[in-house]
């Protein structure tokens, strides 16, 4: 069997529980990272987790906003859960694990969305993503401290054209307008970064991992945003098999915004 690493922004963890549970029961995958599970640590469904199989949990959460978990079927040590632009916000995990033989170095990323309005000079919100994804410059694929690294999540931007529904009308909207897109993509670069959705799947096919709530039809409609990430360290960018978005998940009842991203690796 194949190592996969799940990622999922879930949108409150403790009243969605029931479809992460379906979403683990029918997918397996070996770790799951969950991103905005607006749970403060110490009433984290732990015990729920360990019932599903995934008696191995960490977290960086805080109360009614942000927070992120990885749980796993694997053992895991927490590394680091680092904050970003002095800002006291749950928003980073790392862990390590093992997997391919050797350790894995996982980070686990809940990027700012930045508000409505596309000007830092206006919205401190807007300000905040961008400082935010530039010091994620500070974050390199090749950590001395690990032979390979993965980072997924939510990271709240779609940064090519065929990663939203229209180019042309989304351009001066949060998350796709040229600032946000030039400078994380350069972020990416510059840290080392393998974008394992794009090696597998080409830059031409569109790819969505997020429907409004806002849409009568989501389903119909499909104005869809590629929000949600899996990278990896260039070492190991030959060892994905496969990337699956789970698009299902998105109809299922009381959905998350967001639906879940796996990426299996040739690995046990």
């Known amino acids: 069997m194949p190592f996969t690493v799940a990622t999922w922004n879930i949108n409150s963890v403790r009243l969605r529980l029931p479809i992460v549970e379906r979403f683990l029961a029918e997918f397996s995958p070996d770790v799951l990272c969950l991103q905005e599970t607006k749970c403060p640590d110490d009433l984290f469904p732990r015990e729920a987790f360990a019932a599903f199989g995934y008696a191995h949990v960490a977290v960086n959460g805080q109360k009614g906003y942000h927070g992120v978990a990885t749980v796993s079927r694997r053992p895991l040590a927490v590394v680091e859960k680092r904050q970003f632009c002095n800002v006291a916000e749950s928003r980073h995990l790392a862990t390590s694990l093992e997997a391919g033989g050797r350790p894995l170095l996982l980070h686990n990323f809940y990027v700012p969305a930045g508000g409505d309005e596309p000007d830092p000079e206006v919205n401190p919100k807007f300000r905040h993503k961008l400082d935010f994804v530039e010091e994620m410059r500070g974050v390199p694929a090749d950590d001395p401290r690990f032979p390979a690294s993965i980072l997924v999540g939510d990271l709240?931007?779609?940064?090519?054209?065929?990663?939203?529904?229209?180019?042309?009308?989304?351009?001066?909207?949060?998350?796709?307008?040229?600032?946000?897109?030039?400078?994380?993509?350069?972020?990416?670069?510059?840290?080392?970064?393998?974008?394992?959705?794009?090696?597998?799947?080409?830059?031409?096919?569109?790819?969505?991992?997020?429907?409004?709530?806002?849409?009568?039809?989501?389903?119909?409609?499909?104005?869809?945003?590629?929000?949600d990430h899996v990278w990896s360290s260039a070492n190991i960018g030959a060892d994905l098999s496969d990337i699956e978005i789970v698009r299902a998940a998105r109809g299922w009842e009381r959905p998350s915004d967001h639906v879940p991203v796996i990426a299996r690796f040739a690995w046990e």
């Open 156 to 227: 709240n931007i779609a940064p090519l054209e065929n990663d939203v529904w229209s180019h042309r009308q989304l351009i001066n909207v949060v998350s796709h307008t040229p600032v946000e897109t030039t400078s994380f993509e350069a972020m990416r670069r510059h840290a080392g970064w393998l974008d394992l959705m794009r090696e597998m799947i080409p830059a031409e096919q569109k790819i969505y991992t997020w429907w409004s709530y806002r849409a009568q039809d989501w389903a119909l409609s499909d104005r869809g945003r590629r929000l």
